[in-house]
């Protein structure tokens, strides 16, 4: 594989997308640059809240990167080049993409609301209820799993003193009390671009330079959990522009300089000829598995996912070809922050590409350091994302000491977006809650559901779920995480697909990809049944395989029923 080819076939092939595949989509929805937004129909400075455009562009990408167009790419490198390749290329412009822009766009022309209401409103309402509860499992997983992995990039003790560790809980405090502090000064406020982009690179700067001089937190890993859910708690009923809004977007540049810097090191190496022919194989199999023999022993790839190349290539990469959890964020809220609908192309669509750059950065990574990776030599792929590029970078004249800072940096913002990503879905979850008890607010409902959807209540209620799945073992169902996300972009394609054609626009392009990702949820669903059955029977981890096979038989359920219901409404639609 040669490096810089790769790179130059991705970056031409995902402009092409955006210009006349993304164009398209836009002609075809009517998109309306004249038409208000929920922003600023429903103005409220808490939740529906305008912004610049490159403002709500940092939130959303901040918000929907994360680590997973990181970790899926690297996770499924075990199948080849080529397939990993192809799924981000195709599945992200034509399906990942497609359901970004798609969502975004029929929360803006539905008040700024979320999936979960277009379902009710195109669908039915017992499909609402199924939708919300599930979507909200999901996003309690996410709360979990995020909340723990930021908690173990921060912890450091006297007794296991970890400065690396110390210096990103330093930066990301820093960050927060910057976004505040910068969200007060930009309140109310038009800064010019240049200017507001430029002292915005300067505060970056500072921070990071501040938090790499300044780590006095020594915290262990429940202390850090309990901070983090204070945190997130106040985070999701903040003002957006007080700290969402300011931190995603300073945090983006972050993302923007990790992938500058990554494109840097990928042409630097691809120069000198060190990238020129990656030892990583263009195809691995249609089977493939992360136990490998080393000196004659068994050592497991925790880097890598093994599996069938259908389903498993397909699932394990889902941010950076298509997530679920995307259109979660589209439609809860940068909706509600759009200034101009003719901006979703830009944000909706233009995100996801950005993101597939990403994931192809991360298979050039992995491709560098494919024999240390084949050996298992790495504990997570995040720690092969960042060798692999920071040794990229040293292979650059006069550059060769510059690895640690390099590594360190690309541990940096990778910690830095799962943070961005943790109040993101803590906020959605309480949307969805709030949703699910009241779908109408112009109508009366009973007082203890005014108090369950108080977002007050809502919000404690999603924190203490889940920080303390993160505390007490959410990766006994982490497994199912990835199949469970397919499923809801898969739902949420059809739920755009009939509220296209419910309005009389053309939802055709969306045929293909949620039928797809029917398939691939269904068929890992019911692969992973079927190994937990033979686990079961064998006696292996009886209680998680029991939970397992529950959840994902429960999940396969509402998958058909869903299905069933979205295709029905699809069959009678008179346009």
């Not at 499924?76 to 080049?81: E, L, T």
């Not at 822009?101 to 379902?119: D, E, H, V, Y």
């Not at 994931?359 to 560098?368: D, R, W």
Request: proline share 4%; net charge neutral.
């Amino acid at each position: 594989m040669n490096a810089m080819l790769i790179l130059i076939i991705a970056v031409v092939v995902l402009l092409l997308g955006y210009v006349f595949y993304g164009g398209y989509l836009a002609r075809q929805w009517g998109i309306d640059p004249n038409r208000p937004t929920p922003a600023h129909e429903q103005e409220d400075g808490n939740d529906y809240v305008p912004a610049p455009p490159y403002m709500v562009l940092g939130h959303h990408f901040s918000s929907i990167a994360g680590a997973g167009p990181i970790n899926g790419p690297i996770q499924a490198a075990v199948f080849g080049w080529v397939p990993v390749l192809l799924w981000v290329l195709i599945g992200g412009i034509f399906m990942g993409a497609v359901h970004d822009f798609g969502a975004l766009f029929a929360s803006l022309r539905n008040k700024g609301r979320t999936i979960s209401i277009i379902i009710a409103e195109n669908v039915d309402d017992t499909a609402r209820k199924l939708f919300a509860i599930f979507s909200y499992v999901v996003l309690i997983l996410v709360v979990a799993a995020f909340s723990s992995i930021v908690a173990n990039t921060f912890t450091s003790t006297a007794e296991k003193v970890n400065v690396a560790n110390e210096q990103t809980a330093s930066v990301s405090l820093l960050f927060i009390v910057a976004a505040v502090i910068w969200g007060f000064t930009l309140h109310g406020r038009k800064l010019p671009t240049v200017i507001n982009i430029g002292v915005s690179l300067m505060i970056i700067a500072a921070v990071v330079w501040l938090g790499f001089m300044w780590h006095p937190f020594q915290l262990s890993y429940t202390n850090w959990m309990i901070i983090l859910s204070v945190y997130i708690l106040i985070a999701s009923i903040t003002p957006v522009w007080i700290l969402l809004q300011p931190r995603d977007y300073l945090s983006s540049y972050l993302l923007y300089a990790l992938m500058l810097l990554a494109i840097f090191g990928v042409i630097g190496a691809s120069v000198m000829g060190a990238a020129s022919h990656l030892e990583i194989p263009a195809f691995g199999g249609f089977v493939t598995s992360n136990k490998v023999i080393v000196d004659g022993e068994t050592v497991i790839n925790k880097a890598a996912q093994g599996g069938f190349l259908f389903p498993a290539l397909f699932v394990t990469i889902a941010c950076g070809a298509i997530s679920g959890f995307h259109s979660m964020v589209a439609s809860g809220t940068t909706s509600k922050q759009l200034d101009k609908e003719s901006q979703a192309q830009a944000i909706g669509y233009g995100s996801m590409l950005i993101e597939c750059l990403l994931a192809v950065l991360s298979l050039i990574a992995v491709g560098f350091v494919w024999a240390k990776y084949q050996a298992g030599g790495y504990a997570a792929p995040t720690a092969v994302f960042a060798d692999g590029l920071s040794q990229m970078i040293a292979t650059i004249p006069g550059l060769a000491d510059a690895q640690g800072i390099a590594y360190a940096l690309l541990i940096l913002a990778v910690s830095v977006f799962c943070l961005t990503s943790l109040d993101t879905a803590t906020r959605l979850a309480r949307y969805l809650f709030q949703e699910f008890w009241i779908p109408d607010s112009s109508k009366e409902y009973p007082a203890w559901k005014k108090f369950l959807a108080n977002k007050y209540v809502a919000t404690v209620i999603t924190v203490v779920f889940g920080v303390s799945l993160g505390m007490n073992g959410y990766t006994l169902i982490w497994p199912l995480f990835g199949a469970a996300n397919q499923l809801l972009a898969a739902v949420a394609l059809l739920a755009v697909c009939v509220w296209l054609g419910n309005v009389g626009k053309n939802n055709k392009m969306f045929y293909v990809p949620m039928i797809f990702m029917l398939a691939v949820t269904l068929t890992s669903l019911l692969l992973t049944a079927l190994s937990k059955v033979a686990a079961i029977m064998e006696g292996n981890n009886v209680f998680g395989s029991s939970l397992q096979l529950i959840l994902a038989v429960v999940l396969f359920g509402l998958a058909i029923l869903l299905a069933i219901r979205g295709f029905v409404a699809i069959a009678f639609q008179k346009h």
